[in-house]
């Protein structure tokens, strides 16, 4: 059974740091993307960041570019993604996801973690 299961999120303020963490299990881990998704309240879910855990390419959205950096630690079946300097734009509930193969896009993710709360204060 394919397994996700997030933490890291909290409360900080503007400008601060957070770093969520992708726990995976049930699957090759080796086989998959792993991506982050966010959803605001009101707003639809949006693709935040991709990798392969295959390579390691990785894949963001403008909206993050510069600010997030997504990274795997295969060796723990764990995908980070490292949030720097926050914007109150950026509250939302964070999950992530499992897609076999590798392709530059936010499609064809299923097998969705639980979520985690990320909230930055202004």
């Known amino acids: 059974e394919v397994q996700l299961v997030e933490s890291g999120g909290g409360l900080v303020q503007a400008g601060g740091s957070l770093r969520l963490s992708c726990a995976a299990s049930g699957f090759t881990f080796d086989d998959y993307t792993i991506g982050w998704f966010r959803q605001a309240p009101g707003k639809e879910r949006e693709g935040v960041s991709c990798?392969?855990?295959?390579?390691?390419?990785?894949y963001y959205a403008d909206s993050v570019k510069c600010r997030f950096t997504i990274s795997s630690d295969n060796a723990k079946n764990t995908v980070y993604l490292q949030m720097n300097n926050l914007k109150p734009e950026d509250t939302a509930v964070y999950y992530c996801?499992?897609?076999?193969?590798?392709?530059?896009?936010?499609?064809?993710?299923?097998?969705w973690g639980q979520g985690t709360q990320v909230t930055v204060s202004s």
């Open positions: 990798i392969s855990s295959s390579d390691g390419s990785t």
């Open positions: 996801a499992a897609r076999l193969g590798w392709y530059r896009s936010f499609l064809g993710f299923g097998s």
